[in-house]
C-alpha cells in the first residue's frame, strides 16, 4: 500500500484545470466586474511608475475623451456602429467555424465601390440614386470579397483563413492603383474629399446629426443578424454546418452551399460597413487605410461577445471607448501613444482573461504530505 | 519449455483499469517471455487496447503492477515505456507525411553529437537487413503504401532498442500477402530473442503465428493457453463466452415482405482499400435483421451507403416504396433526394454526438434536424419540435434538466433516447440502427429492445448493427455476419450459435472468397 501511495502522490500535479459545467450568471458578472477592477489597478500602477501621473486624472481624461462635448461623443457612437457592423459580418462566418479574417478586405471592397458611384454618379444622378446604388454595389463588392475564399474552400477545402488574410492586401493595392487613378487634387496621391461641393451621395443628416443614419442602420442590422442567426432556417443551417459537417451530411445539408451562402452574407456586410465609412463619412473619402485595421478588430470584438450579437454592442463600444481615450490621454498629457497601447492592452488582457476563469476552474492537489515522503 | 521457468520479459499482476464507471480492465494476468510471441485476443471492446496502452505508459493502471525482467515497473510516460525498452506499433501511425523514413525514425530522439542522417540511415539499413524489412531509408513518408508505413513505425521502436514489441491489431490494414510478410519478419524477430504481444481478434493468424495466447472478454481476463494445445473452437468460446439467456421479447415476424435489396455492392474508402466487397441482403418488412461483424468490418460503410452518404463504386440499393408498389434506386442519390422520393429511411448512427445529434444544441433543436425544413417561410417553427422533444422525455424517461439543455450535457443513455426517439417519431418504413445500444445501462438497453420491437411490430424493416452477440441472438429474426467487408453468412437467429456467429466473423476476406459465393445462404 505504501508504494502505491507514494506513486499517487508522485503522480498528481500540483493542480490541474477542469472545465466547469456552467457558471451561473451573476457569478460570471462578479468575475467580470473584478477583472476590469483589477485591471484598472495593474494599468494605474504602470501608469505611475512611468510617468508619475495620477492614474485617477488619466482615467478621467480617458472618459472626457469619449464624452466631453458632442463632437467625440457622436465619434464614439459612429465608430462602434462601423465598427459593430463589421463584427456582425464576420459573426457570421464565425458561427459556422468559418475563420473569415477577411474583414478589413471587404470594407475595403465595399468602400471603393461606395466611392467608385459617388465619384462616377456624382455629376448626372440624383441623390438618392447615387446612395442606393453605392449601397447595393458596395454591399455586392463585400460579397465577391467574401464569396471567392468560400467557392474555393467549398470545391478545394482550401485554409480560410489564409486566403481570406491573402484578399486583404489584394483589396489594400487595389486601392492603392485607384489612388493614383481617382486622385483629387492632382499629383496630391490622395482621393481627397469626395463631391466636397456637391456633397452628392453622402448620407443626409437626420435632425441635424451627422451619424444618426449610421446608428439606426446598424441598430436595425444588429437586430437583423439576430434573428438571422436564431431564427431562421439558413441561421440554423449555419449552426449545424459549424458544429458538425458530419451531422450536416447526415441530415442532407448542402454544405457547400451554405458555405458559400453564409460567406456572401458576411462579405456583403462587411461591405455594408465601408458604405457607411465612405457615404456615411463627414468627408467621404477611400484609402488604404479607410478600413484602419477594423477588420481585425471586429474579430476580437466578435470572439469577445461570443458572437452575440448585442454582447457586441458593448465589446465595439469598449474598444472604440478604449482607443478613443488613448488618444485623449496621449494629448493631454504630451505622452507617447504607446503608453496609451499599454493601457488598453492591460484592460483587454484581463477582460478576455477573465473568460478563462468562468469558464474553468483551477483545482489544486489536496494532500500536501505526498511530496515530502 | 524453458520460457516457463525463466524470468518473463514482462509480467502484468492484477491490473485494473477504470473510466468513471466503466471498467477497462479488471485483475488482467499476464506475462511474455523472450523469444515468445503471445496474441491477445478479444472482441471489441473487451480491453485490449488499454492493457497495451497501460504497458506503453498512455494509461496508468489504477490497481495493479507491471514486472520488468522482474522488477516492478513504473511506467507514466512513453518516454519511461522506451527507457524500459518497450515499444507500440499503434494502430493509427503516428509519422509526418513530409519527412523521409529515416527522418521519421530518429525523430524525438535526443542522442549526443550532432546530427548525423546518414548514419542514421545507415543503422535503419542495418535493422532492416537484421530482419528482413524491406524500405528505403530515403522514401517519404506520403509516398508510402500502408503497409510500408508500418514498416517504418516497427523500425522506429527497434531502432530505440525495444526489446519488448507490442502491435495494436497490425494486420487489420494489411493484404494477405502483406501479412504473410510482417509474420515472417516478426518470427525472425522472436528468434532474436525480442518479446512480442500482438492484438488481433484473427483467429486463425493467433493459431499460425502465436506461441501463447491471452483471451480478455469484456474487460475481464478469461485465461491463457499455449497456441499448440488449443483450437479454434475452445478459443472462439473463450472469447464470446457462454451463452446468455436475455430476457429479450421476440415476436414472429408477420407477413414480412422485402422492403430493402441491396444487391452486389462495392465500396472503397479513400486509400483505396475496399471496404465493402460485392455485399448483398435483403431487409424485410416487419423483421429486425442483425448484422454481427468484427468493428470496422464495413457496418458503417453499408449502412451509409443505404442512406445516401457513401459512394459507392457499384451495385444498387433498391427500395421497395410501399406507396407506390414501384422500386427506387438509392444508389447516387443525396440523402435529401432519398426523403423526396418518399422513402421514410431512419438512421441511428454510431457516431450519435458527431454525426446523428449537435452536441451543443439544445433537444429542441436537435429534434429540428430532421424536419426543420417543413412549414413555410424563411424562419424556423420551433413549435412542433418542442411538442416532439417533450413528448419524447416524458414517454422514454429522458433524465433532463429540461428540453433546452444542450444535448452533450446529458448521459449517454439518455442521449441515445433523444437519438433514437427522434428518428423513429419520422415513422420510418426503415430503421438502421448502428450499435444502438453501446454504453448505455441495462435499463436505457431495454428501452432501446422494446422501441425497435415496437417498430418490427409496425411493419418496419429494422437493420440493428450490433457487437453483442448474446443480444443479436436475443433480439434478431436474422443475422448477417460481416466479416473484411464480405457477408460471410447469414444465420436464423433463433436456432443460431454464439460459436457459429463468432466463427463466421472471424473468417477473413482471403478465406470466404477462396470457399466460393460468400453469402450464398
Known sequence: MATEKKTAAHHEPLFHIAKRDQMVWWKAWIIRAAAILLALVVSGVIITLLTGLNPLNVYGEMIKGNFSNNRVFWMLLQKTSVLLCNSLGVTLAFKMKFWNCGGEGQVLAGCIAAAACMIYMGDSAPNWVIIVSSLITSMLAGALWGGIPAIFKAQYNTNETLFTLMMNYVAIHLVKVL????????????????????????LPKLFGMQYLITVLIVAALCVLVYVYLKKSKHGYEINVVGESQNTARYIGINVKKVIIRTMLVSGAVCGLAGFLLVNGSSAPTVGPNTAGGQGF????????AKFSPFAMVLASALIIFLQQGSVAIATKFGLHRSLADIVTGVILFFIIGCEFFIQYEIKFRHKKGGVQE | MNQQTAIPAIELKGVSKRFGSVIANSNVNLSVH???????????GSGKTTLMNMIAGIYFPDEGEIFIDGEEAIITSPKDAFDYKIGMIHQHFKLVDVFSAAENIVLGLDEKGKYDLSSAQKRVADICERYGFEIDPKKKIYTMSVSEKQTVEIIKVLYRGADILILDEPTAVLTPQETQKLFAILRRMRDDGKAIIIITHKLHEVLSLSDR???????????????????????TEMMVGKTVELNIHRSEPRDAVPRLEVHHINCSNREGVKVLNDVSFVAKAGEILGIAG?????QRELLEAIAGLQKLDSGAVLYNNPQTGKMDNLVTKTPLQIRDLGVRLSFVPEDRLGMGLVGNMDIVDNMMLRSYRKGKGVFLHRKEPKDLAEHIIEDLEVVTPSASTPVRRLSGGNVQKVLVGREIAASPTVLMAAYPVRGLDINSSYTIYNLLNEQKDKGVAVIFVGEDLDVLLALCDR????GSGCITGVVDARTATKEQ????????NAESTEGGTPHGN
Do not use: D
Open chain 1, 179 to 202: 489612388q493614383v487613378l481617382w486622385e483629387n487634387p492632382k499629383n496630391s496621391g490622395n482621393v481627397g474629399t469626395i463631391n466636397r461641393a456637391s456633397q452628392a451621395g453622402w
Open chain 1, 297 to 304: 478588430t471586429a474579430m476580437l470584438v466578435a470572439w469577445m
Open chain 2, 34 to 44: 523472450k523469444g515468445e510471441i503471445l496474441s491477445i485476443l478479444g472482441e471489441n
Open chain 2, 213 to 235: 495466447v491471452a483471451v480478455l472478454r469484456k474487460g475481464e481476463y478469461i485465461g491463457t493457453v499455449n497456441t499448440a494445445e488449443t483450437n479454434e473452437a475452445q478459443l
Open chain 2, 294 to 298: 468484427i468493428a470496422g468490418s464495413g
Open chain 2, 479 to 482: 443475422i448477417l455476419v460481416i
Open chain 2, 501 to 508: 456467429i463468432g466463427l463466421l466473423m472471424t473468417k477473413t
